[in-house]
């Protein structure tokens, strides 16, 4: 089973910083891409970075550009998502799953579905 696990989250200032974590486990981690996605209050999830663990490519939509920085370590089956120049839009809770990119979007990988409980974070004005 494909199982993944987004810790890291918290109460943050604006233009402060977070940095997630995501434990992976039951599939190569090498052979997929992960990826970090989000869903705030009353809006659709939505896919913001993505990372091939296996040639180190990463993507990331506009919103988030310049301010997160994905990054894996293949050895320990983590993926993390540094989070700069926090935003209160950027208040979500955030999950990590297997992701497909192109230069403009990220997506979830199917068939994945096993989302869990995800991550809170909260960014105060």
């Known amino acids: 089973d494909v199982q993944l696990q987004a810790s890291g989250g918290g109460l943050v200032q604006a233009g402060g910083s977070l940095r997630l974590s995501c434990a992976a486990s039951g599939f190569p981690f090498e052979d997929y891409a992960i990826g970090w996605f989000r869903q705030a209050p009353g809006k659709e999830r939505e896919g913001i970075s993505c990372?091939?663990?296996?040639?180190?490519?990463?993507y990331y939509v506009a919103a988030v550009r310049d301010r997160f920085a994905i990054s894996s370590d293949n050895a320990k089956k983590m993926v993390y998502l540094q989070m700069n120049n926090l935003k209160p839009e950027d208040t979500a809770v955030y999950y990590c799953a297997p992701c497909e990119s192109d230069t403009e979007t990220v997506t979830v990988m199917p068939p994945f579905s096993s989302w869990g409980q995800g991550t809170q974070v909260t960014v105060s004005s």
């Open positions: 990372i091939d663990n296996g040639g180190g490519f990463t």
